[in-house]
């Protein structure tokens, strides 16, 4: 059985991010990447799968830069088998559509039978790739997955609603899941995983090699700008009044300004 893992690099969640002069970017110079953390939970849960089933093959694959390949090798020193990098040199504007679109074709050439991914980028929180991808390949396709279980060729899915709600589905292979963190821990790559993970097979590869045109990439969404959220009012401070005079105050506050009671 081959599980393919989609990563997606981000910035880390501790990272302070500053816009360009124009407001049109992201200032890179400062900025950390780490694997998208809900990623992380779907490397593990292909991990998991190969172990139980003794066999298989588990490939962690990425559409992205230079820099995407350090967090691949991550995603290897944890215990993936094989590495493959769809670069997009040249075409780093691709919006979700055409990235999911290169996916998709990777998918298929690397014949798949089960993809994880996570169920979104903490960046952007669109959660649109994973579930795009097996729309455009036509396979089923479950996100914010809590449980998984694979019984043939059928998983039982679990996966959180509103309302603390669960859902449960019987699930076609090949499909594609997404990740919740509640799915499971991710281990850590131990030094012997680090150590070998740099000797693993890594593929490189163009959208055409894997024979994807690369027109689908041409972006059908534009982002024209970022700005910063505005900042937070100052907090209002009461003292030197009798605790009544002040509590009564809040409360006015709280019940005519805020609107929460």
């Excluded at 700005?227 to 105050?249: L, N, R, S, T």
């Amino acid at each position: 059985m081959k599980i393919l893992v989609l990563i997606k690099q981000t910035p880390d969640t501790e990272t302070k991010i500053r816009l360009t002069a124009d407001g049109r970017n992201i200032e890179q110079g400062d900025v950390k990447y780490i694997i998208n953390p809900y990623d992380e939970f779907a490397i593990e849960e292909a991990l998991k799968l190969k172990e139980k089933l003794g066999t298989g093959e588990v490939v962690i694959a990425s559409f992205g830069g230079d820099s995407s390949k350090e967090l691949i090798i991550k995603g290897l020193a944890m215990g993936g088998d094989r590495g493959l990098l769809v670069s997009n040199a040249g075409l780093e504007g691709a919006d979700s559509l055409g990235i999911a679109k290169v996916l998709a074709t990777a998918i298929n050439a690397e014949k798949a039978d089960i993809v994880f991914c996570g169920k979104q980028a903490i960046d952007d929180d669109n959660m649109h790739v994973g579930t795009m991808a097996a729309e455009i390949l036509g396979w089923p396709h479950v996100n914010v997955v809590t449980k998984f279980e694979l019984n043939g060729t059928t998983a039982r899915i679990e996966r959180e609603v509103e309302g603390g709600q669960v859902e449960v589905y019987d699930v076609t292979l090949p499909a594609v899941f997404g990740a919740h963190k509640s799915l499971n821990t991710p281990r850590y790559a131990s030094l012997p995983g680090i150590m070998k993970a740099k000797k693993k097979p890594f593929d490189i590869k163009s959208p055409a090699d894997i024979g994807a045109d690369p027109s689908v990439l041409k972006p059908k969404s534009l982002i024209k700008g970022y700005k910063y959220p505005p900042e937070k009012p100052k907090g209002k401070i009461f003292a030197g009044e009798p605790v009544e005079a002040m509590v009564e105050k809040v409360v006015k506050l709280l019940r005519d300004e805020a609107k929460i009671i």
